[in-house]
Structures are given as C-alpha cells and as structure tokens.
C-alpha cells in the first residue's frame, strides 16, 4: 500500500522535559539565526557550554531555527539532542517533535518532568501542514515493527531528506492511539510551560505517575 498525504489538524500536542534542564536558553536569549550563527562562529564551537547547549544544530537549516520566542529552546532541544538510539522514524543524529500519548508513557527513566503544551501550525498562509500518513499498521507492517526500526528509520530519513513535514503513524506500544513525528522546527508554535509530574519506577514495568503542587507559603 502506498502512503497518502494527509491533512493535519493537531490543537495541541505535548513534549515532556526532564526538569534538570534549564526552561530557557540561548534560543531564548537571541533574537535572529545569525546572532546565533554569529555567537557560534566567535566562540569557535570550542566552549563546553555551548556546544553541550547547541547540540547538532549544524543539521537543522538555518531556514528552521527557531529563536527570539519563549520556549524556543524547548523547541530547538527535541530536534538538537535526539535519543543517542534514535527512534522508529529518526537516526541518533537528528530528533524530531515527536508528542509522547500523555495516558501512558513508559520509556522514560526518572522524574520530574515538565509537559510542554505546543500548536502544530504551518510557517505560514501559503502552507498546509501535511504529513505522510501510514496507517494502518497492518498495511505497513515493516514501518510498525515492534522492535526493529530498519525499514521505517529509512524510511523516516528519506522522507526528512525531501522535506516532509512529518509522519502520522499508529501506536506499536498503545494499540489504539495514533502517533506524530513532525520533522520541522518551525511547525512548533506557542509553546509554554504546563505542570509538573514525577514518574516514579518499583520495579513495575510501568511507572507511577503524580502531579507535583507547588506549596504555598502559610505565611499571612
């Protein structure tokens, strides 16, 4: 079966960050791709802290930086710093926006993480915001195999490599639910920070999850 393109139509999507990191970077702090490529170029990408920050931005077009906006460096980070093992439609060199389903997510490792709600809209008028649809699995097995991601990381790559916005696929771990890969930064607007929540393992296969609440001060 051949895929199709489809339509898009996402409100909101929703990435988790471990907490560790910072809510604001250098994406933040600069206002244009070339003050960033400016700040690159004068620290000769020598500066642990930088480079550390940078990640591989030196894959990602210029065309798709995202900078001068709040949370850019969210943004910027999930496409900078991929899985050092890559995911089903992406190498460890370069990650995509890629919403985890917020009723059950069991590949992470510890807490707390902050979910970052985000809108999925195209850079402008003149865009749809199309992506390849693959579904369903039973028509495109090799892209939904449970473990193994050779054919749909391939895949993945050469559709990136042509310019697609992304990937909609079904959900190998929740059957049921379908899944998003958006392969442009540019795509993800309006970020901002959502609550707090700790993902706590005991062993169990699956975590337990709790809302952190900020305390108030009883203070009158």
């Known amino acids: 079966m051949t895929p199709r393109l489809r339509r898009l139509a996402v409100p909101r999507t929703h990435r988790l960050v471990a907490s560790r990191y910072p809510p604001a970077g250098i994406f933040d702090a600069i206002c244009t791709p070339g003050d960033l490529a400016a700040i690159a170029d004068l620290e000769g990408w020598t500066n642990d802290r930088l480079q550390a920050e940078l990640g591989q931005l030196h894959l ?14 969210v943004v910027m980070a999930a496409f900078c710093h991929p899985s050092k093992d890559g995911a089903r439609f992406t190498s460890a060199e370069l990650g995509p926006w890629r919403p985890p389903n917020m009723a059950r997510i069991v590949e992470l490792n ?8 985000a809108e999925l809209r195209p850079v402008d008028r003149s865009e749809d915001l199309t992506v390849v649809d693959v579904r369903p699995a039973a028509s495109f097995p090799r892209l939904h195999h449970p473990t193994s991601y050779r054919d ?52 169990a296969q699956e975590p337990v999850i709790r809302q952190l609440v900020a305390r108030r001060s009883s203070r009158g």
């Not at 510890?110 to 709600?117: D, I, S, Y």
């Open 60 to 73: 990602v077009p210029k065309s798709e930086w995202v900078v001068g906006v709040p949370n850019a460096s």
């Open 152 to 203: 749909s990381r391939r895949f993945g790559i050469r559709l990136r490599t042509a310019g697609s916005n992304g990937i909609v696929y079904e959900s190998v771990r929740d059957p049921g639910h379908d899944c998003l890969v958006a392969f442009r930064p540019k795509l993800v607007r309006n970020v901002r920070q959502g609550g707090h929540f700790e993902y706590r393992w005991d062993g």
């Open 110 to 117: 510890r807490g707390p993480f902050l979910p970052a709600p």
